[in-house]
């Protein structure tokens, strides 16, 4: 079992991760290896203390040398729940499962917000995992809809095992070619269920498949962890970056603005120093 694990490989899980090392914890950081979207995109970065004009490429290229530099590794899967398991939780990527005492979302916010009954069909038809639940869908008709150039490779795992794939790419410059997927262009509204059918509604027609993969970068805090306490899809935390939920803690854009780099390292540090006193208190009372 590990101390911690972080989720999200943006400033704040890179940070807390730094953190984490010199304290000598033993920790996972999952997330994207090429790290966050955000840094990689961007264009300029003014306010950041000891670098006067970075681009985002230059600042990720940093960041990638000094967790190297340390020894530190991410394992490149996408997080698909958190589960409270009493005394310590269940990280879940896909069929795979890791433990911890404590927990530190980085996750950034959520750039695609959900679309009108997608929270409510989840597990009912809706999917956030194609590795999770494209076995399910073997031979059938699915409709997939993809925030990032980044999911192709996903829509494509998918296209082996259905019969169809309705896709709806919400970027442009889609490089998929093959013979079972369908390209629509749109912004979905809403998605519905009727008689076992799934309905999704785009421009001025409904697309009729067996399930829905919802594909994007993050999703909703309080849909990943149960129980989590937000508002405004910002995760509540106190001074010390804690959650409502023991042995949980945020950091980053997903807590609130400002969307800044240079207090997202700040509270990934703060998280991670609060992890420490956390594990030193139930090594007291134990």
């Given at each position: 079992?590990?101390?911690?694990?972080?989720?999200?490989?943006?400033?704040?899980?890179?940070?807390?991760?730094?953190?984490?090392?010199?304290?000598?914890?033993?920790?996972?950081?999952?997330g994207p290896k090429n790290l966050s979207f955000?840094?990689?995109?961007?264009?300029?970065?003014?306010?950041?203390?000891?670098?006067?004009?970075?681009?985002?490429?230059?600042?990720?290229?940093?960041?990638?040398?000094?967790?190297?530099?340390?020894?530190?590794?991410?394992?490149?899967?996408?997080?698909?729940?958190?589960?409270?398991?009493?005394?310590?939780?269940?990280?879940?990527?896909?069929?795979?499962?890791?433990?911890?005492?404590?927990?530190?979302?980085?996750?950034?916010?959520e750039t695609v917000k959900p679309i009108k009954?997608?929270?409510?069909?989840?597990?009912?038809?809706?999917?956030?995992?194609?590795?999770?639940?494209?076995?399910?869908?073997?031979?059938?008709?699915?409709?997939?809809?993809?925030?990032?150039?980044?999911?192709?490779?996903?829509?494509?795992?998918?296209?082996?095992?259905?019969?169809?794939?309705?896709?709806?790419?919400?970027?442009?410059?889609?490089?998929?070619?093959?013979?079972?997927?369908?390209?629509?262009?749109?912004?979905?509204?809403?998605?519905?269920?009727?008689?076992?059918?799934?309905?999704?509604?785009?421009?001025?027609?409904?697309?009729?498949?067996?399930?829905?993969?919802?594909?994007?970068?993050?999703?909703?805090?309080?849909?990943?962890?149960?129980?989590?306490?937000?508002?405004?899809?910002?995760?509540?935390?106190?001074?010390?970056?804690?959650?409502?939920?023991?042995?949980?803690?945020?950091?980053?854009?997903?807590?609130?603005?400002?969307?800044?780099?240079?207090?997202?390292?700040?509270?990934?540090?703060?998280?991670?120093?609060?992890?420490?006193?956390?594990?030193?208190?139930?090594?007291?009372?134990?």
């Amino acid at each position: 079992m590990f101390d911690s694990i972080i989720i999200g490989t943006g400033a704040a899980g890179i940070s807390a991760a730094l953190t984490l090392k010199q304290l000598n914890k033993n920790f996972l950081i999952i997330g994207p290896k090429n790290l966050s979207f955000k840094i990689n995109t961007a264009e300029k970065i003014r306010n950041y203390p000891g670098l006067s004009s970075v681009s985002g490429k230059e600042m990720k290229e940093a960041f990638a040398k000094q967790l190297n530099d340390m020894g530190i590794e991410i394992l490149d899967k996408q997080v698909t729940g958190v589960y409270d398991l009493g005394d310590h939780y269940a990280v879940l990527c896909g069929q795979d499962s890791y433990e911890a005492q404590t927990i530190v979302l980085g996750l950034g916010v959520e750039t695609v917000k959900p679309i009108k009954g997608e929270i409510e069909l989840l597990g009912q038809g809706v999917s956030y995992c194609a590795t999770c639940d494209g076995f399910l869908y073997k031979g059938k008709e699915i409709t997939v809809v993809s925030s990032s150039k980044e999911f192709e490779g996903e829509v494509e795992y998918l296209a082996q095992l259905a019969a169809k794939v309705n896709f709806i790419p919400l970027y442009k410059d889609v490089e998929l070619n093959l013979g079972n997927v369908c390209t629509f262009k749109g912004m979905p509204k809403e998605i519905k269920k009727e008689n076992k059918r799934m309905l999704l509604a785009l421009n001025d027609t409904n697309i009729e498949s067996d399930g829905v993969f919802m594909l994007k970068a993050s999703i909703s805090p309080s849909v990943l962890v149960p129980g989590l306490e937000d508002k405004d899809g910002h995760i509540l935390v106190d001074r010390l970056c804690a959650t409502n939920l023991k042995g949980v803690f945020a950091a980053g854009d997903c807590t609130g603005r400002p969307y800044q780099y240079a207090k997202a390292v700040g509270e990934g540090n703060v998280a991670a120093h609060s992890v420490n006193h956390y594990l030193q208190e139930l090594k007291k009372n134990k």
